[in-house]
């Protein structure tokens, strides 16, 4: 970590610049920091939104659980920051679900910014503003239509990924709503100094301020908190001013005023602006609202516990020593410095006026004070009317029930008359302890009797209504998707029919049910270029391991295990499926000098060594590996500037390209049946990638570049001059299914791996990991031809990340998923 982080909050209250801004936070990766995640640094910059009343200790929980399940993430940094924010999505809406009938909701803007050496990846979730400034020119990141309006609305989530390499001096501003001063000035911006741009961004506007500005400069990896124009002193206690009394975290907090209502930069058009003489211009709908800062010892309004968001993540994993899926982190050493301690910030509220899907109250005229007023109670809705169907069950439960007690008390008195005549007469005591004995046991019987029959007459009745009301809602639905013209609105609709047909299951599965998801998954799947495929598991039982890379022949699977960088060999076995083959014999360190592995492929038949799958480890080792032979190790001539450390490798047209991502670097290696002696040359000319390559693709003279933050860049090699060669960053991927209009299909999507199908089709593949689909691409234009999924209905494959994915020459599909391996036959 050699860039120090400087951090300064841009606050201001009514006038008031408040040295505590409650929830910012910046964390250094803890030691328990799961795989990947040894060496990003984390800043946290939450704004919440709504009128529902939180404290300090709930915003500053909210924070410190999202850095821990970002470090808790393993694998993609990409997937650590979609993780921290789901987390929090989850707990908000859970939250606002319990608090709708009172009218209180809460939701969030967040902005995550992860920093590894000198590369920059960042969320952003609401309509957040970032900005970037540094020496070559600066950049505004600000795509509402993609991050969407918040956190807690609905359990689908939008984030905005964005990505940027710092140097010495650079500046980031992170800001919910920019004032009107601003807006100019930061197009403009000119490289400044820190405390300058900070004086100057305080001194253009008195508005009520809150953003957060940061500066990276060359130092060891530390976490600095300026407050004003200067790092906070450490003060000794003899030099302590008398008039600076040193005053409690908590005392402090419950200081803090309550921040301003902040409108969000949105479109003039798509704002409905009235001018009051109490307020002046305000958004009528929807209405913002500011979250004031609460007491300690005063409750939440809000008091439905949240459950942990760290409950479905690993607990302190700890990073293992081997080389995972891409992209893979550099395993620490002992040389490796301790990290520092997290620094923890406060941080602001924001009240963004959005689209709610909460019900809002219309906002005061007056201003919002600390503490929250309680908001108008109003009076629940009237109940429904019962339909005829309910009255009548409700009639035979109550009459049921009193024929029950009727017989049961004539029972009792028949039996109280009866038993007497059985006993003697001398025996009276015996008599009184049976009647005693009997009326007890009644007592138990009827109402289990009662509790019985109101069981089954609710299964009989009420359950049957239930499932007639969502049956029939899906089938209206139905018959309005069939009406409607426009793709977006036809998929809705499709998504409706299946969401109440689901509902409808819950109470009673049927044919219908089943045939009319059918119906609805194949419409939606129509309008989307979703292909299903049916997928089986390859093995009898799972490997219990995890796949990081797979390469598949006609009759072969090879697979990488990320435990130990071994190549495993899987066969077809004679129930359908494969089974492993326990002789191959292809581990690296077993009497050769190659160390784990991080990159296999599959070798044509002629080469001189008999190979039919090659692997390289991190340094440049080679391991030829066949069945029923030892596995023969060779060693690729190191480049002029060394390795820095090998991620991946391709062979195309007899040649082999390296990639070493840290270096920013592809080596070209000339070989001839699969034998490379010679010294490498470089590929890339004056222009060279970024170090977040995690995988790539070469066809001739033609690379293309899947970079960390799910962007595709295309590199040129030319032949007559090498200064010539020339990269398209990035190219531009087009989705033609107008369904897609309302939402940004790549910027949700996880990508992890590109590889091509299966020849002769010369189109490009794309794993989404998370979403467990395989995108087509048209490799020239980069226009979306369709897209693989599981089948909806039988699917074996569990949920989950897909960890690799290999097309062998006929066509069959292969996906590592959770410890086993799935296939289909029928991909097109």
Same mark, same amino acid.
């Given at each position: ?156 989530? *939008?984030?905005?990924?964005? =990505? $940027?390499?710092?140097? @010495?001096?650079?500046?980031? +501003? %992170?800001? &919910?709503?920019? #004032? ?29 301020? *809150?953003?957060?500005?940061? =500066? $990276?400069?060359?130092? @060891?990896?530390?976490?600095? +908190? %300026?407050? &004003?124009?200067? #790092? ?25 005023p309550a921040p301003p209502v902040l409108e969000p930069d949105l479109p003039a058009t798509n704002q409905e602006v009235e001018s009051t003489p109490e307020t002046g211009a305000h958004l009528l709908q929807p209405s913002a609202y500011a979250i004031p800062v609460q007491h300690e010892d005063m409750p939440p309004a809000v008091s439905t516990p949240a459950a942990s968001p760290l409950a479905s993540l690993p607990q302190k994993t700890i990073p293992r020593d081997f080389p995972a899926s891409i992209p893979r982190a550099k395993p620490k050493t002992e040389n490796d410095p301790i990290p520092t301690p997290a620094l923890v910030l406060n941080e602001t509220q924001v009240a963004p006026a959005v689209q709610q899907e909460i019900a809002e109250p219309e906002p005061t005229s007056e201003p919002v004070s600390e503490i929250a ?339 595709i860049s295309n590199c040129f090699f030319s032949r007559v001059d090498t200064a010539a060669s020339k990269c398209q960053d990035p190219l531009v991927r087009v989705n033609p299914f107008p369904a897609y209009s309302d939402m940004d299909l790549f910027s949700t999507a996880h990508f992890t791996q590109i590889l091509f199908a299966a020849p002769p089709d010369p189109s490009m593949l794309l794993l989404d990991s998370d979403g467990q689909s395989i995108m087509r691409f048209a490799p020239r234009s980069m226009e979306l031809q369709n897209q693989f999924l599981p089948t909806s209905d039988g699917n074996p494959v569990p949920r989950g990340p897909v960890g690799a994915v290999a097309v062998s020459p006929d066509h069959v599909l292969y996906i590592a998923v959770n410890g086993q391996v799935y296939f289909a036959v029928n991909m097109?």
């Open positions: 970590m050699p860039l120090d982080i400087n951090l300064s909050p841009l606050y201001r209250i009514q006038g008031q610049e408040p040295t505590e801004m409650p929830g910012v936070l910046a964390v250094n990766p803890p030691k328990t920091a799961a795989r990947g995640r040894e060496q990003d640094r984390l800043v946290v910059y939450l704004a919440l939104t709504g009128n529902a009343t939180i404290t300090t200790t709930e915003y500053r929980k909210f924070a410190e659980d999202i850095a821990n399940v970002f470090y808790q993430t393993p694998r993609a940094v990409t997937s650590a920051l979609r993780a921290a924010a789901d987390s929090l999505n989850r707990i908000l809406l859970e939250r606002n679900m319990g608090s709708t009938s009172r009218g209180q909701y809460t939701l969030a803007w967040l902005a995550l910014a992860a920093l590894r050496e000198n590369q920059c990846i960042f969320s952003l979730s609401g309509p957040m503003h970032a900005y970037w400034f540094g020496a070559n020119g600066s950049r505004h990141f600000f795509e509402p239509s993609i991050s969407g309006k918040g956190l807690g609305s609905s359990q689908t989530i *939008n984030i905005h990924y964005a =990505q $940027t390499d710092l140097v @010495t001096n650079d500046l980031l +501003l %992170f800001c &919910g709503r920019v #004032p009107n001063a601003w807006v100019t000035p930061l197009e403009d911006a000119q490289p400044s100094s820190f405390d300058a741009m900070r004086r100057r961004l305080t001194s253009l506007t008195g508005e009520d301020l *809150n953003a957060v500005l940061i =500066q $990276t400069t060359e130092g @060891t990896g530390t976490v600095n +908190l %300026f407050r &004003g124009a200067a #790092p906070t002193p450490q003060i000794e206690p003899a030099e302590q001013p008398e008039q600076q009394p040193v005053v409690e975290e908590e005392k402090i907090q419950d200081e803090v007023s309680q908001p108008e109670v109003k009076p629940p809705p009237a109940p429904r009317e019962p339909s005829p169907q309910t009255r009548q069950a409700a009639k035979a439960v109550v009459n049921v029930m009193q024929a029950i007690r009727n017989g049961g008390a004539s029972l009792g008195e028949r039996f109280r008359n009866f038993l007497p005549r059985l006993l003697p007469a001398e025996s009276p005591v015996s008599t009184t302890v049976s009647s005693t004995a009997f009326m007890g046991f009644m007592a138990v019987l009827i109402p289990l009797i009662v509790v019985t029959l109101s069981v089954v007459v609710y299964l009989r009745y009420g359950r049957n209504e239930q499932y007639d009301v969502y049956y029939n809602q899906a089938l209206q639905t139905k018959q309005q998707a069939l009406t409607l013209t426009n793709p977006v609105e036809q998929r809705i609709a499709w998504e409706n029919v299946i969401a109440n047909a689901e509902r409808a299951e819950e109470h009673r599965q049927t044919n219908d049910t089943i045939n009319l998801k059918k119906e609805a998954n194949a419409n939606r799947d129509v309008l989307l270029g979703i292909t299903r495929l049916q997928f089986n598991p390859a093995f009898s039982s799972k490997l219990g391991v995890d796949v990081s890379r797979m390469v598949a022949s006609e009759n072969d699977l090879y697979l990488l295990n990320a435990a130990n960088g071994e190549i495993m060999r899987a066969i077809p076995s004679g129930s359908g499926g494969f089974e492993l083959d326990t002789t191959f014999d292809c581990k690296p360190g077993s009497n050769n000098s190659a160390g784990p592995l991080v990159d296999i492929l599959a070798l044509p038949i002629t080469n001189i060594y008999g190979a039919t799958v090659l692997g390289i480890d991190a340094s440049g080792n080679l391991l030829y590996c066949k069945p029923g032979g030892p596995p023969q190790t060779g060693l690729l001539p190191a480049p002029d500037t060394n390795w820095g450390r090998i991620t991946s490798f391709i062979l195309d047209g007899g040649n082999l390209y390296v990639l070493d991502a840290p270096s920013r670097a592809v080596w070209v290696y000339t070989g001839k049946e699969a034998a490379f002696v010679d010294r490498p040359y470089f590929f890339f000319g004056q222009q060279t990638p970024t170090q977040d390559v995690i995988d790539f693709l070469v066809t001739g003279d033609e690379m293309y570049l899947l970079h960390a933050d799910g962007r097109p």
